[in-house]
T-cell receptor
Framework: DTAVSQTPKYLVTQMGNDKSIKCEQN?????MYWYKQDSKKFLKIMFS???????INETVPNRFSPKSPDKAHLNLHINSLELGDSAVYFC???????????????????FGAGSRLTVL | AQSVTQLGSHVSVSEGALVLLRCNYS??????LFWYVQYPNQGLQLLLK??????LVKGINGFEAEFKKSETSFHLTKPSAHMSDAAEYFC???????????FGTGTSLTVIP
């Protein structure tokens, strides 16, 4: 069983299109994230949700809209795709450190395998 | 504010040689520290973490890291490099009570046969 699963793994699309990437975690974690990794491997946090509530919203164009229908899912919708959106997008999850403490493995990010988006 | 600096974006070592990947952090309070590894075309996997217990932390695949508060460092080492260690390595820091993780810019490790 995959702990954090993302679909699709690869996505090739034209500029101006709208696309979504889905993420699901079966770890029972409280917090989910979206990270963007560019061609230089830099990892940048985009969004974070805790129990379906947005807690981190970094400087990201409003063409990017996360949606969390429940705490096990965090989807990323991107409108009007641009060339610069080409990257690998990683979903991740973590348990609430306050709730569980460090010895339990809380406060550790578990990543999905990534979704490579190519905008032509 | 918290941040992480990884010195050296590319490190090359010979097979069997010592691996040393450097990480320095900046944090106003004692943080949690992590090393993650990313193999080609894969997601990030946790190598090891420091959460204020022993300062020398052992991880998977023979890696270990030592937390040195006086130097604000958390360098990653492995006594003998293996070809399978070739990957991208990321140091990360988080606040103990928060859910924000800050990643370094990564170090690409090449192992020369």
């Amino acid at each position: 069983d995959t702990a954090v699963s993302q679909t699709p793994k690869y996505l090739v699309t034209q500029m101006g299109n709208d696309k979504s990437i889905k993420c699901e975690q079966n770890l029972g974690h409280d917090t989910m994230y979206w990270y963007k990794q560019d061609s230089k491997k830099f990892l940048k946090i985009m969004f974070s949700y805790n129990n379906k509530e947005l807690i981190i919203n970094e400087t990201v164009p409003n063409r990017f809209s996360p949606k969390s229908p429940d705490k096990a899912h965090l989807n990323l919708h991107i409108n009007s795709l641009e060339l610069g959106d080409s990257a690998v997008y990683f979903c991740a999850s973590s348990q609430d450190a306050l709730a569980s403490g460090p010895a339990s493995g809380a406060n550790v990010l578990t990543f999905g395998a990534g979704s490579r988006l190519t905008v032509l | 504010a918290q941040s992480v600096t990884q010195l050296g974006s590319h490190v090359s070592v010979s097979e069997g040689a010592l691996v040393l990947l450097r990480c320095n952090y900046s944090s106003s309070v004692p943080p949690y520290l992590f090393w993650y590894v990313q193999y080609p075309n894969q997601g990030l996997q946790l190598l090891l973490k420091y959460t204020s217990a022993a300062t020398l932390v052992k991880g998977i695949n023979g890696f270990e890291a030592e937390f040195k508060k006086s130097e604000t460092s958390f360098h990653l080492t492995k006594p003998s490099a293996h070809m399978s260690d070739a990957a991208e390595y990321f140091c990360a820091v988080s606040h103990r009570t928060g859910n924000q993780f800050y990643f370094g810019t990564g170090t690409s490790l090449t192992v020369i046969p």
